[in-house]
Nanobody, 119 residues
Framework: VQLVESGGGLVQAGGSLRLSCAAS????????MGWFRQAPGKEREAVSC????????YYADSVKGRFTISSDNAENTVTLQMNSVKPEDTAVYYC?????????????WGQGTQVTVSS
């Protein structure tokens, strides 16, 4: 299993950023995919998950209405579109393979990509 994130960087508050994750080594359609994040000094937290099978989604309350998760089963990719970002969105973002649509059971993690939001 390999999960490779891209798209992190520095963005001003109120701006947008798009994260992508390329997945390989497993049958993408059989799993839930998602994004977690870890801010400095804080525990990792779930951000959003999506079922590759039926497209159902989960969002943490802190990102609802601002972030959108999508997946492309033909390309085995999952994307997180981040709009109206806030300084508190600053974190390392991880792509995960999941067993739960509620982002409660990740089993594989990418290496992470840094997102920094300046105020």
């Amino acid at each position: 299993v390999q999960l490779v994130e891209s798209g992190g960087g520095l963005v001003q508050a109120g701006g947008s950023l798009r994260l992508s994750c390329a997945a390989s080594g497993f049958t993408f359609d059989d799993y839930v995919m998602g994004w977690f994040r870890q801010a400095p000094g804080k525990e990792r937290e779930a951000v959003s998950c999506i079922s590759s099978r039926d497209g159902s989604t989960y969002y943490a309350d802190s990102v609802k209405g601002r972030f959108t998760i999508s997946s492309d089963n033909a390309e085995n990719t999952v994307t997180l579109q981040m709009n109206s970002v806030k300084p508190e969105d600053t974190a390392v973002y991880y792509c995960v393979r999941e067993h739960s649509i509620n982002c409660e059971d990740p089993d594989y993690w990418g290496q992470g990509t840094q997102v920094t939001v300046s105020s």
